[in-house]
């Protein structure tokens, strides 16, 4: 399973965020999944990260998941502010 989060510049939300979310994942996804991060910021991963194609302002770049190519099958996004518990 892929899963997916997007994270832009200039808001309130930054790459800790994205570290919080993908290991609140390592601890609680019962099933194998590979983990990305669409964003114009350069993030410094272990895991994906996925460059953002457009400038759009805030939460308009999530429609980028959607862009042709960016991933294959069984897709899960999650925003940044979502706890796995």
Known sequence: MNVL??????????????????????????????????????????YGGIRLAHDWPGWWSKIEIFRHGVVEG?????DLDTVIT
């Open 74 to 78: 069984p897709t899960l996004y999650l």
């Open 5 to 46: 989060c997007v994270l832009k510049s200039g808001g309130v939300y930054d790459v800790s965020w994205v570290h919080k979310l993908y290991a609140g994942l390592r601890r609680h996804m019962p099933k194998p999944f590979t983990f990305n991060c669409l964003s114009d910021v350069r993030l410094d991963l272990n």
